[in-house]
T-cell receptor, first 109, second 115 residues
Framework: GENVEQHPSTLSVQEGDSAVIKCTYS??????FPWYKQELGKRPQLIID?????GEKKDQRIAVTLNKTAKHFSLHITETQPEDSAVYFC????????FGTGTRLQVFP | NAGVTQTPKFQVLKTGQSMTLQCAQD?????MYWYRQDPGMGLRLIYY???????DKGEVPNGYNVSRLNKREFSLRLESAAPSQTSVYFC??????????????FGEGSWLTVV
């Protein structure tokens, strides 16, 4: 079955810096890669997703890149702000959506 | 539009007790899911229902049963709770097609402690 690995598990950045979170997946049949943000005590919420026929997608300060050959995808957050502090989960879907173990991002003012 | 609503929000159970987590969505979604979230483990799929009348096992189904009561409701039952089932449980739904790229919307979570 699909296996999704996510790194790093924690990430601390200064406000205004960029943050990058990386995920790898094992099943070459995976074709959908969403990213979820979860604030403390809250539900996970979709922030951006990418499908296998696209290499990059951008939405304001966040972007996701996908390398199907290497089976990895990344989340990029530019100009980080304190409200970006949260746990971020990647996921991959061949037939079932499998989540990574999460990255705790802390943005210090 | 409440989205995905699950109850109870908090529950403490004794080992061996049974309970049912209730979930309902008002978005007319076809697919519904139950995940559990444990520290350092991410979100793991317990069971899902791709459409009304069908249910399938996810990654960690042991110790759980589900019922897709109708299109709106999908319940999760613990028949004999164990401390290993202490977790945060999330119900979720998506428009259709299982995991074919439709956004999955999560409920607010149910914190379950088994002592």
């Amino acid at each position: 079955g699909e296996n999704v690995e996510q790194h790093p598990s924690t990430l601390s950045v200064q406000e205004g810096d960029s943050a990058v979170i990386k995920c790898t997946y094992s099943d070459s049949a995976s074709n959908y890669f969403p990213w979820y943000k979860q604030e403390l005590g809250k539900r996970p919420q979709l922030i951006i997703d990418i499908r296998s026929n696209v290499g990059e997608k951008k939405d304001q300060r966040i972007a996701v890149t996908l390398n199907k050959t290497a089976k990895h995808f990344s989340l990029h957050i530019t100009e980080t702000q304190p409200e970006d502090s949260a746990v971020y989960f990647c996921a991959a879907s061949p037939t079932k959506l499998i989540f990574g173990t999460g990255t705790r991002l802390q943005v210090f003012p | 539009n409440a989205g995905v609503t699950q109850t109870p929000k908090f529950q403490v159970l004794k080992t061996g007790q049974s309970m049912t987590l209730q979930c309902a969505q008002d978005m007319n979604h076809n697919s519904m899911y139950w995940y559990r979230q444990d520290p350092g483990m991410g979100l793991r799929l317990i069971y899902y229902s791709a459409s009304e009348g069908t249910t399938d096992k996810g990654e960690v189904p042991n110790g759980y049963n589900v019922s897709r009561l109708n299109k709106r409701e999908f319940s999760l039952r613990l028949e004999s709770a164990a401390p290993s089932q202490t977790s945060v449980y999330f119900c979720a739904s998506s428009e259709s097609g299982g995991f074919s790229g439709n956004t999955i919307y999560f409920g607010e979570g149910s914190w379950l402690t088994v002592v």
